[in-house]
């Protein structure tokens, strides 16, 4: 089945630890996002990547790194340095044709990984 | 990247009653997509627009795009506690950030 996964479901960490979120597609799709999810809120644009080896930050980048080695793979570390890390973090894919063709940009999201600092 | 607001943030309605949540950008958008994420859920992807007032029906779901591009809203009629979660609006494709949500719940 074609789709975008994230793992793990449910994470609990140590406060000062770093943490990883895994974020897999196998839907071909050149554009991945990371959001920030916080209880009765909306979405936050963490970091987006269009392209293998490239990512610019969304708006609320500070204490979070990602890296885009492969087109299939975009994870996400939530570093010390983040203050509040306790959130839902949601990842997404979408083609990019819409540049130049408005079809077919929808995002496909992952399932979410509820992210627990104690 | 673009930026919507959403209004309103939160609707309480009884089962039966209408709902209507709006996205307003201050630039013409090029499309405009909509999601429901349901509670404890991932969004889902709705629908597309993409013409100048463009009206697209799903059911009791219609949603609409401005004149000028620069807004947009979804309306459901006849509310059901099927219909209950968070509706955002999103500027794809670049960046694809969202507006604020509004977040619908339903009275039986």
């Known amino acids: 089945d074609g789709g975008i996964t994230q793992s793990p479901k449910y994470l609990f960490r140590k406060e000062g630890q770093n943490v990883t979120l895994s974020c897999e597609q196998n839907?071909?799709?050149?554009?991945m996002y990371w959001y920030r999810q916080d209880p009765g809120q909306g979405l936050r644009l963490i970091y987006y990547?269009?392209?293998?080896?490239?990512?610019q930050k969304g708006d609320i980048a500070e204490g979070y790194s990602v890296s885009r080695e492969k087109k299939e793979s975009f994870p996400l570390t939530v570093t010390s340095a983040q203050k509040n890390p306790t959130a839902f973090y949601l990842c997404?894919?979408?083609?990019?044709?819409?540049?130049?063709?408005?079809?077919?940009?929808?995002?496909?999201f992952g399932q979410g990984t509820r992210l627990t600092v104690v | 990247g673009q930026q919507v607001m959403q209004i309103p943030q939160y609707q309480h309605v009884q089962e039966g009653e209408d709902f209507t949540t709006y996205c307003n950008s201050s630039?013409?958008?090029?499309?405009i997509q909509w999601y429901k994420q349901r509670p404890g859920g991932h969004p889902v992807f709705l629908i597309q627009?993409?013409?100048?007032?463009e009206v697209k029906k799903q059911k009791r779901l219609t949603f609409q795009f401005g004149e000028a591009k620069k807004n947009s809203s979804l309306h459901i009629t006849a509310t059901q506690t099927t219909d209950v979660g968070t509706y955002f609006c999103?500027?794809?494709?670049?960046?694809?950030?969202f507006g604020a949500g509004t977040r619908l719940t339903v009275k039986p």
């Open positions: 997404a894919s979408s083609s990019l044709r819409g540049r130049l063709d408005p079809k077919n940009t929808e995002a496909f």
């Open positions: 999103a500027v794809p494709p670049n960046d694809m950030r």
């Open positions: 990547s269009q392209i293998v080896n490239d990512f």
């Open positions: 627009l993409v013409k100048s007032g």
């Open positions: 630039t013409t958008l090029s499309n």
């Open positions: 839907l071909n799709h050149d554009a």
